[in-house]
């Protein structure tokens, strides 16, 4: 199969997993709808977190295909990645809270600043975010906490998401692409959902030229990326 071939595979399976993903707030808006009805109460902040949630998967999903469509003219940054970070703290503290999870930020080190798309780092780690919250009270853990963490390696710096399930493997990842658009669970041992936020955001990466991958940081276990250091701060 030719290149774009296999693009255009990858972009149907893709959007398989958003669709499949979406159909969980959807159905979740509804049931919400419904008891409101019979109840005579809405609980429209819950709503209104279910239907965020769901918008956001979709952006991040267009901001990935732009970015594939416009890799050749793809504008990078002098970025923070403490900052990039947080927002994304920020951006997911309503859905965390909703499932009971507690979210902390831990910046190993200085670092400067690293070359990157800054819309598409921080919408790629939102979207992780969402699919491991998603995911977490399913796994059984006595205590729902996510780490947003960035530490030096000898590359660069890795940013990404932590928490102390052991079931977040290089083979759980790999077994998850191979099942992606084809499987209602293609992360079996991790999620009950569809996992569209971690495809998402692996399409996003690829389009800045980056790589998702499984990582460790203080014992914790995660998915995140490796980032160039700028090589201006470099020097300093």
Known sequence: MSESGQASVLSQQLLLSVAEQLKIPLLQIARQAEIGQLTKTHDLAMIQTTADSALRLIDSYVLGVQLALDRYNLETEAVSVSSVLYDSGQELDRLARNYGVGLELHIGGKFGTVMANRAGLQSALVSLG?????????????????????????????????????????????HGRRLMGNSRQPFTDMT????AG???????LKAMQLKLQV??????????????????????
């Open 198 to 204: 971690v495809f998402v955001a692996d399409s996003i």
């Open 215 to 236: 990582s460790r940081h203080n014992g914790l276990y995660g998915l995140g990326t490796v980032l160039e250091l700028n090589n201006q701060t470099q020097l300093v």
């Open 130 to 174: 969402s699919a491991l919250i998603e995911a977490m009270p399913a796994l059984g853990q006595p205590q729902l906490k996510l780490q947003l963490a960035a530490h030096r390696c000898r590359y660069g710096v890795v940013a990404g998401l932590y928490t102390d399930t052991q079931q977040l493997t290089t083979d759980a990842l790999r």
């Open 192 to 195: 009950h959902t569809a996992g």
